[in-house]
């Protein structure tokens, strides 16, 4: 069993990834879920994550982290998440404790305490989680690896060239990926493939309760994704858990990847070595395919697991 830590900005995609690792209760320990201001303010992704975790019922700790980057300020996403940050679905009467304010130690007293390696699955910016590998660097010992939405290897869409995760803060993206630690990159490469139809965005609707959740949430996401050239629906989040899932679900390439935090045109690109002969060692699994039906499908039944229950 894996034990993993989620870091996140819900964020709609963010809320199907929670739903889905929360499912999956063979496969991962879900240790506490910690939230970054990203898709839209600390407040609001934090408000969100407790609507989230209280629909589910669920009684796995959740922190608040960094409300800003570690340098510039926070450039949130409404044009993608709505004003609320994960518009859609009425959630506001679920509710979810929150055990601290301090993501950052919190994570750390974690990993120091788990009884065995602990994976951070990062889904929004990348500040909380250098701040923790800055602050505290015994954690790298216990950490067995990164699965991080973020990055791409040709192209973004905050800017041409950089995607919205890493170029909200790119200092901390460069920390991660000049941490050492073993990282999976599920960037746009992989992500813009990972679509769910809206067919299959139908066939949630009257399921069941949480299913019915996740149909609210597309309905929005899909439409949004509208005005950035989508017909389908990319899931990005999602593929980051559900690589630690099924990794046979996915195709990628071991590359040295490196953040660019210039000022300027490039500023959060993700840049990797793709030369045929690499003159840097690789430090990613650049995830760069995947199988889109057998994706949906995991999501599909994580959420009827979750009806279930
Ligand atoms: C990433 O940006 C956010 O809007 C999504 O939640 C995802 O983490 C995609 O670029
Ligand atoms: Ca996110």
């Known amino acids: 069993m894996r034990q993993v830590i989620i870091d996140c900005d819900p964020g709609h995609d963010d809320a199907l990834a929670l739903m889905t690792a ?16 990203g898709n839209q303010t600390l407040a609001k992704v934090t408000a969100n994550a407790r609507h989230i975790l209280g629909l589910l019922g669920s009684d796995v700790p959740l922190a608040s982290g960094q409300d800003r ?21 009425a959630l506001s009467g ?14 750390h007293d974690l990993i120091m305490d788990a009884d065995g390696p602990v994976t951070i699955v990062a889904l929004g910016p990348l500040t909380n989680v250098a701040l923790l590998l800055r602050t505290f660097p ?24 950089a995607e919205f995760n890493i170029y909200v803060d790119p200092e901390a993206a460069h920390i991660v990926f000049a941490s050492g630690l073993p990282i999976v990159m599920a960037g746009l490469d992989v992500t813009e493939r990972a679509q769910i139809t809206l067919d299959e965005i139908d066939g949630l609707h009257g399921r069941g309760p949480i299913s ?30 559900e690589y630690l899932l099924d990794p046979s679900l ?26 045929p002969k690499p003159a840097l060692p690789d430090n990613a699994l650049v995830l760069t395919d995947v199988d889109r039906e057998g994706f949906v499908a995991r999501l599909v039944d994580a959420l009827a697991v979750l009806d279930a229950r």
């Open 69 to 89: 980057p570690l340098v510039k300020p926070l450039r949130c996403a409404p044009e993608a998440h709505g004003d609320s940050g994960m518009d859609g679905p």
């Open 212 to 241: 019915e959740v996740a149909y609210e949430l597309l309905r929005f996401y899909s439409e949004s994704g509208h005005q950035f050239g989508f017909v389908d629906s990319p899931i990005h989040d999602l593929c980051a858990v």
């Open 22 to 37: 929360l499912a999956n209760t063979d496969e991962l320990r879900v240790l506490a879920v910690t939230t970054i201001g």
């Open 138 to 161: 015994e954690v790298k010992d216990r950490i067995e690896m990164i699965s991080l939405m973020g990055g791409g290897i040709d192209h973004g869409n905050s800017t041409p060239l």
């Open 94 to 107: 679920y509710d979810h404790p929150l055990a601290s304010d301090n993501a950052v130690t919190f994570m």
């Open 250 to 275: 996915f195709h990628g390439e071991r590359r040295h990847v490196d953040v660019v935090t210039d000022e300027g045109a490039a500023r959060g690109l993700t840049f990797v070595d793709a030369r």
